[in-house]
């Protein structure tokens, strides 16, 4: 398990450390997706699908949601083109399943209520002062719910 987690975070601090790296910090980490030239564009999927599909095997055994969450963070992945017809339903059904069903995992069946409250009231100030932040809040509620599950399965982990 800790191998799985070592790597879901790996994965996922890298690409994003490289994107703000190459891009600054853009309206969503989706939007990455556009950002990067053609042969990079997989780079996306395999991120999300770096992340997620660790999470899955080990958050799994604990909660369904956690799969659920998980499954659709894999589903933004596979629908990395959100600006585009059905792919766009896609993308925004498994971003939102992904963020409301993990916190609803780390706080009843991971027992971290207190978790999810801090990353709802982050959450929340964020989205509050977004245009402070020059409407990069959708960027910051992500980190913030992807830190989340990385948070409470190191707690649960170690």
């Not at 042969?39 to 055994?61: D, E, H, Q, R, V």
């Not at 971290?112 to 002062?129: E, R």
Request: aromatic share 16%.
């Amino acid at each position: 398990m800790l191998g799985l987690f070592i790597t879901m975070v790996t994965v996922f601090v890298a690409y994003v450390a490289t994107i703000v790296g190459l891009y600054g910090i853009l309206p969503s980490i989706s939007e990455s997706y556009y950002r990067l030239p053609k042969k990079w564009k997989p780079m996306f999927t395999i991120a999300l699908w770096g992340f997620a599909f660790p999470a899955i095997m080990i958050g799994s055994p604990i909660t369904i949601l956690m799969f659920f969450a998980c499954a659709g963070i894999m589903f933004v992945g596979a629908a990395a083109a959100f600006k585009q017809g059905l792919t766009k339903n896609v993308h925004i059904i498994g971003a939102a399943t992904g963020m409301i069903l993990s916190q609803i995992a780390i706080a009843t069946a991971f027992h971290m209520w207190w978790l999810t409250l801090i990353c709802v009231v982050l959450a929340g100030l964020v989205y509050l002062f977004r245009k402070k932040i020059n409407n990069t809040h959708l960027f910051w509620i992500e980190i913030i719910c992807f830190a989340a599950i990385g948070i409470a399965y190191g707690i649960y982990l170690f």
